[in-house]
């Protein structure tokens, strides 16, 4: 798994994931009262107490969703891999592995040695109609493989899942762009209006289907896209399942676009699954996981918010638990491949 922390033998504390670095880290320049995100605005912040942030003077802050990062940025407080810091939070590890392990098992698996396209295709198909699940769009398996489903949504995450497998190298280099395609893809004939897809909001995000509370302003959300994309090209000693984690997460609360974000947030967690290693195949239904975990995916990221290391390690190893219930989806399709 790699390192699980950056810095020596570090224990985690109770609270805030921020103040935990600032806390433990080299220079403590959280208890200097130096913030961690990146707001791309000024102001007087101070971190207090459990997973709260104190801004004054910065426009277009709204409660629910925090304008920063619940994860400590690269060079700051000492912090060159937030992600491995993560990787270790009290429970992490161990639902890491046990993921990896059963990733490994499907891999095994004999079907796959002549009919991995299949089950790869299958998976998408899957993944495509729990994503839209989630997103409100509940369309039956066997209407969705047959083309008739005629629900937008439904239509696009079955174009995003389609061009997942296309968009693992740029992924690494320019995550930006691939935002902005699965967004292009997944709200065709959502969005009124050409000029809005693929393209970050300038307004409020309407849509709150998992009860997380407003989002940010548009700029705000912008801001903390911009670090996201810092911590998917910087390397990192932690996991793929963590980094995947943190995608999925960050995108399904900012809404960065305003619509049909929580399909793109899963596209994200699936394709840096692939492209990261963990599943290269593109073989394990994470999506449907999410789906079988029912109202635990809604409060694992509301619990992600507080920005505390329970509720940052909560939704990370809710992540966890999705791949080992995807996986358990996918070799289900290969029973069934076996049996004919």
């Not at 491995?84 to 161990?94: K, N, R, T």
């Not at 309407?206 to 910087?234: F, K, N, Y």
Request: aromatic share 4%; with cysteine; glycine share 14%.
């Amino acid at each position: 798994m790699g390192r699980g922390f950056v810095q020596g033998d570090l224990s985690v504390t109770d609270g805030h994931l921020g103040h935990f670095m600032a806390c433990h880290g080299k220079s403590g320049l959280l208890r200097q009262g130096v913030p961690f995100g990146n707001s791309g605005a000024s102001g007087d912040i101070g971190v207090l107490g459990l997973g709260r942030v104190r801004i004054r003077g910065i426009s277009g802050y709204a409660p629910g969703v925090p304008e920063r990062p619940v994860y400590p940025q690269v060079g700051s407080g000492g912090v060159s891999d937030p992600l491995a810091v993560i990787a270790g939070l009290p429970g992490v590890p161990e639902a890491v592995q046990e993921a990896r392990a059963a990733v490994d098992r499907l891999y095994g698996h004999r079907v796959l040695r002549r009919r991995r396209p299949e089950v790869s295709a299958e998976s998408a198909l899957r993944g495509a109609r729990a994503s839209a699940a989630l997103e409100g769009d509940d369309v039956p398996l066997e209407t969705l493989r047959s083309g008739e489903a005629g629900q937008a949504l439904a239509q696009g995450a079955l174009r995003v899942s389609a061009e997942v497998g296309r968009l693992g190298a740029t992924w690494r280099t320019a995550p930006r762009q691939v935002l902005a395609r699965l967004h292009m893809l997944a709200a065709a004939g959502v969005v009124a209006g050409e000029d809005a897809l693929g393209r970050p909001r300038t307004g409020p995000a309407t849509s709150d289907l998992q009860g997380l509370g407003p989002a940010p302003g548009a700029e705000a959300a912008a801001a903390r896209v911009a670090s996201l994309v810092q911590l998917i090209t910087t390397p990192t000693e932690a996991p793929a399942l963590v980094l995947a984690a943190i995608a999925h997460a960050e995108i399904a609360v900012l809404r960065p676009f305003g619509t049909a974000d929580g399909i793109v947030a899963r596209a994200a967690e699936r394709l840096t699954l692939v492209e990261f290693g963990l599943d290269p195949k593109s073989l394990v239904v994470v999506e449907a996981g999410h789906v079988e975990l029912g109202e635990s995916y809604g409060e694992s990221l509301r619990g992600y918010l507080k920005g505390t290391s329970e509720g940052v390690a909560g939704w990370v190893r809710h992540c966890a638990e999705a791949v080992r219930l995807g996986v358990r989806e996918s070799v289900a399709v290969c029973e069934a491949l076996q049996r004919g």
